[in-house]
Structures are given as C-alpha cells and as structure tokens.
C-alpha cells in the first residue's frame, strides 16, 4: 500500500535539494577561470555567453577545457551528493536546480549558459549510460555537420527518448524538460542554422 507524502516534513528536504543544486550551478566557472587567467570578463568576448564554446574564443583551449570540465562537474557532484544523502526523487529535483542555475545564475542577474554541459553533468549521475550515447550522438552529429550548436540539440533532444526507452520515466520526464530550455537557450543558433550562416567547427569567422 503507498502512504500518502507527509508534505510539511518532506518540503524543506525538497526544497533544499533544489536550492542546492541551483547554487551549485550557478557557479560561473567561465567567468572564474578567465579572469583568474587575466583575460578580463568573458561578457565582453565574441557572444557575451559565460559557457566552455565563448571562452574558447579567447584564444586559450586550456581555459576552455577547464570551463567545460567545471560546468559539467558542478551538475554531477551536486546530484551525487543528493543522491548519497537522500535518494533518487531529491536527486533529480537537485539535477532540475543546477542546470537552472547554469542557465539562469543569480549572480549574473540570471544571464548564464546554455547548459548543455551542466544538462550532460547531471546525466552522468543519473544515468551515466544514456551520457555515454549523448556523447556518441553529439560526436556523430558534430562530425557529420561541423555544426556544435546543432549537435548539442540533438543529443540533448534525443537523451528524453532514451531515457524513457530503458524505462526511467522520471527521469525521462525531468531531461525533456532541460532539452526543451536548451533548445530555446539555442534561439540564436537556429536562427543561424536555418540562414546558413551559423559557425562550424574548424572553420574561422
């Protein structure tokens, strides 16, 4: 028999969870790292976006590896931690709070990422399997095209799918919804894709 959710006991355990997540999402890595190197605010640079793909337009791949590596990590680590302390239902709601917190940081009065390597963070956690076909999906595309921008999308659009095939429907639920707010992060991209003037890998502006 299911016993019904106390809701007064379990709310600030939910919230908390959320909280965070969010807070550690909303850690500008792109932001720390460039300056920490000198190279001044990344919000100055190419298309004013604090992701791994802007500061990769400094001209320093170390930094950009570096931003890459702490954007994804912070997702990871807080879901883990959640996960370890509280169980799957908390851990997903903490994956909910820091891909929000990449794209939506309070410290950057809410102007952030894309998320997509936050969204490939906390999949790691959840479900490192589907991350290793969002990556085998994301070289594919990236390969085939030279487009990031439309690889990010398919892998991310393609991972709900995936995800409700091995029959994780929570967490299937949860990705569609981080796909559906990567893709409109991408607005820009898109309008670039379907005009032929979108930058492809390789290939300087």
Request: with cysteine; proline share 3%.
């Amino acid at each position: 028999m299911l016993h019904p959710i106390n809701w007064s006991l379990a709310l600030p355990y939910y919230t908390a969870a959320f909280a965070f997540g969010y807070l550690c999402g909303s850690i500008p890595f792109g932001m720390i790292v460039t300056r920490l190197a000198g190279t001044g605010d990344i919000r100055a640079i190419g298309s004013g976006n604090i992701g791994a793909t802007n500061v990769l337009r400094t001209g320093r791949k170390g930094l950009a590896i570096a931003t890459l590596l702490g954007d994804l990590l912070k997702g990871t680590l807080a879901v883990l931690l959640v996960y370890r302390l509280y169980g799957q239902d908390l851990a997903v709601l903490a994956a909910l709070g820091a891909v929000l917190g990449h794209v939506f940081p309070v410290w950057l009065r809410f102007k952030g990422g894309k998320g997509v390597a936050t969204f490939l963070g906390v999949l790691i956690a959840l479900s490192w399997p589907v991350a290793l076909a969002f990556c085998a999906i994301f070289l594919a595309i990236a390969g085939l095209s030279r487009y990031a921008s439309l690889a990010s999308m398919v892998a991310c659009i393609a991972t709900p799918a995936l995800l409700w095939w091995l029959g994780d429907r929570q967490e299937a639920m949860l990705f569609a919804l981080l796909a559906a707010l990567v893709v409109g992060m991408h607005h820009a991209n898109i309008r670039r894709l379907i005009a032929g003037t979108e930058g492809r890998i390789g290939v300087k502006a």
